[in-house]
């Protein structure tokens, strides 16, 4: 384990031992049983969820938007990151408990950015006319495309992925998702947070009070930024005068200073944070010593530090998620045989097979010398025909055309019937390219785990992926499945 991070999270456990209430803790603790109230709950979960009201229990948590089928594989890598990292760290600090939260972002509205996904070569849409928080929208305009994605697993009807989709039927996919999401992490103790939840929210008015009737939390992410461009760094967030929108039956509207409003404590769960006030929000009402993230949440997390300072809320720790590519066992041998490492396929697909025909002795022939063959063989012969014959040297060299071109056929035929003693290998070259890096993509960013689930069973590649993750290892880590 990285020692600095080891320190960092001894500091960080100070700091949430003296600024986290009881009150709040206790606050947390009833809403989130309540939410699990009514749901099957492992032994794991049962466990995490009486540790909340213990003052020496935190969270390690990551977050995403709601998404479809849980989107690209990274979803799933944040999720067990933050589980295996939290199970590691008891090891650490015996006498403390750790709690993996994955905080369910349902009140975002960016419908458009998560309506897709991409499974089997197809990509599959939710058709939706709905605005507003995703997480507030009906499931019924979804059923259509759940009951389709069902027929491409009809061979396996006993598989989980059918009690999966049933998951997402609720009211709302907000619920669903949660649903859906539990199902899969349960049995890890994951601990969701759907912070769409008045008391929550309520609790966080301090925070909302601050935004709507002072410009400190404007200021105070001005600043930083400043700092950071100072710094050559990124800075993907703008903030706003009030970083808050309204919720509305379908909308999600952002409050602007310019026009007259009132709020007041009891108002707060019509409140909506963005991205500025979400990570101070999640901070205000969990126990957390540490966010784990991808590269643009990292950057927009490191643009907050002094909103935080404002608010007198500590820091967490910024922890970049770990990546992955998945393959298979069938892969590995292959690459094996090939006399390649795994890293090498990360490479362009062209190289990689010039690459596999060098190593393979496919030295294309020289027919050089045959073409100085057949030159002087034509000059010799047109020669004679000039000496005994010159009437007939234009037909003699049409004669001479056709044969060259017959000779190049020949030649070509040749290569081709050659070389296809490689087109097998060449052919799984190219197909496990594509499966690594699709169109040129990281596969962590554009694939799905139901690609590899052909058989509908999701959890145990879950399972896989997670036996295998190393969460101190940034570099990119190989998942070998069956």
Request: proline share 5%.
């Amino acid at each position: 384990m990285n020692s600095a991070l080891l320190s960092g999270i001894a500091q960080q456990i100070a700091l949430k031992k003296k600024s986290f209430r009881t009150e709040q803790r206790e606050l947390l603790s009833k809403v989130v049983n309540e939410k699990y109230s009514g749901l099957s709950v492992s032994k794991k979960l049962r466990s995490n969820l009486l540790l909340l009201e213990d003052s020496n229990t935190f969270t390690i948590t990551t977050g995403h938007q709601l998404c479809l089928m849980t989107g690209p594989l990274y979803f799933i890598y944040k999720i067990l990151h933050v589980i295996k990292l939290s199970a590691d760290l008891k090891e650490k600090f015996p006498d403390q408990h750790f709690v993996p939260v994955y905080w369910m972002a349902s009140e975002d509205h960016d419908f458009e950015e998560i309506r897709s996904f991409l499974l089997f070569g197809q990509k599959w849409s939710w058709e939706s006319t709905q605005k507003g928080a995703v997480g507030r929208f009906a499931t019924s305009d979804l059923e259509p495309l759940l009951k389709e994605l069902g027929s491409k697993f009809q061979n396996h009807p006993d598989s989980e992925i059918h009690e999966l989709l049933d998951c997402l039927t609720k009211d709302n996919y907000g619920d669903g998702f949660f649903s859906f999401v539990h199902a899969l992490f349960n049995d890890y103790g994951l601990l969701i947070i759907d912070a769409d939840n008045p008391h929550l929210k309520e609790s966080a008015w301090p925070i909302w009070n601050k935004d709507l009737y002072t410009p400190e939390i404007h200021q105070a992410v001005q600043r930083q930024t400043e700092q950071l461009h100072e710094q050559g760094l990124p800075t993907p967030i703008e903030s706003k005068e009030t970083n808050l929108f309204k919720l509305a039956a379908e909308k999600r509207e952002r409050i602007k200073k310019t026009d007259t409003f009132f709020y007041q404590k009891t108002d707060s769960a019509q409140l909506s944070p963005n991205v500025v006030l979400r990570p101070v929000y999640q901070e205000w009402i969990l126990p957390n010593l540490a966010y784990i993230g991808g590269p643009s949440e990292i950057a927009y997390w490191q643009q907050l530090p002094q909103v935080f300072a404002c608010i007198d809320l500590p820091f967490p720790l910024i922890i970049q998620r770990v990546g992955g590519i998945i393959i298979q066992e069938k892969d590995v041998a292959f690459v094996d045989k090939l006399g390649f490492e795994l890293e090498d396929f990360l490479s362009d697909k062209a190289e990689l097979k010039n690459r596999y025909l060098k190593k393979a002795g496919d030295q294309e022939p020289n027919y050089g010398h045959l073409d100085l063959l057949w030159s002087d063989y034509k000059d010799a012969f047109l020669k004679i025909v000039d000496g005994e014959l010159p009437p007939e040297r234009r037909m003699i060299e049409a004669e001479l055309t056709r044969i060259q071109k017959q000779r190049e056929t020949l030649e070509q035929r040749f290569e081709k019937t050659r070389k296809s003693k490689f087109d097998k290998a060449l052919k799984q070259i190219e197909q496990l390219s594509e499966k690594i890096q699709p169109k040129g993509q990281l596969q962590e960013r554009s694939s799905n785990i139901l690609n590899f689930c052909p058989d509908g069973e999701v959890s145990a590649r879950i399972s896989a992926i997670y036996d295998q993750l190393d969460p101190y290892n940034q570099e990119k880590q190989w998942f070998v499945l069956l």
